[in-house]
T-cell receptor, first 112, second 113 residues
């Protein structure tokens, strides 16, 4: 079982729609969760972090966390072509050295 | 200056060459990381330095040798690499305490012939 699992996509949505990106993780003790965005040919950049169950909103982005289901999601409202990128889910594992583990990423394509 | 700078951006080397990748951060952070990014694979953590001390070596082959002379600079020395080592090598820095909030450089694209 992969430590952090994401569907590789691509996820295709029309401009203005809601894009929903999902991630599951295996370490039940994980406490910190992150979404990074990586444009083609560029490096990852942090866009959201979430630490508690529930929703966290930042502009058009909403991160959702359900620790009981070991599930993290990222919703992008009013998707724009400029949102087209690969979205990496990352999790800090539960105990000991707080190692940040990444998923393989989901490629999002927003069509005009 | 950008927050985290990596040089060179592209590197082609033969299996017998010795080369180095350099990373410099201008953010005043205390932790620096080397990650490897290969196609279809998740980012692989290679090394972590915190306050110049190596705190993680993720079972990386000895043909990769890191060096951290101070909290602002990080090197990855490369020797006798294999073609499967071809990848994007990303440096990242982090402020304090392993928060998970990494700032990445643009990466060094390595090709081993």
């Amino acid at each position: 079982q992969k430590e952090v699992e994401q569907n590789s996509g691509p996820l295709s949505v029309p401009e203005g729609a809601i894009a929903s990106l999902n991630c599951t993780y295996s370490d039940r003790g994980s406490q910190s969760f992150f979404w990074y965005r990586q444009y083609s040919g560029k490096s990852p950049e942090l866009i959201m972090s979430i630490y508690s169950n529930g929703d966290k909103e930042d502009g058009r982005f909403t991160a959702q966390l359900n620790k009981a289901s070991q599930y993290v999601s990222l919703l992008i409202r009013d998707s724009q072509p400029s949102d087209s990128a690969t979205y990496l889910c990352a999790v800090i594992k539960g105990t000991g050295f707080q190692k940040l583990v990444f998923g393989t990423g989901t490629r999002l394509l927003v069509s005009p | 200056e950008t927050g985290v700078t990596q040089t060179p951006r592209h590197l082609v080397m033969g299996m017998t060459n010795k080369k180095s990748l350099k990373c410099e951060q201008h953010l005043g952070h205390n932790a620096m990381y080397w990650y490897k990014q290969s196609a279809k694979k998740p980012l692989e953590l290679m090394f972590v330095y915190n306050f110049k001390e190596q705190t993680e070596n993720n079972s990386v082959p000895s043909r990769f040798s890191p060096e951290c002379p101070n909290s602002s600079h990080l090197f990855l020395h490369l020797h006798t690499l294999q073609p499967e080592d071809s990848a994007l090598y990303l440096c990242a820095s982090e402020g304090q305490g392993y928060t998970g909030e990494l700032f990445f450089g643009e990466g060094s694209r390595l090709t081993v012939l």
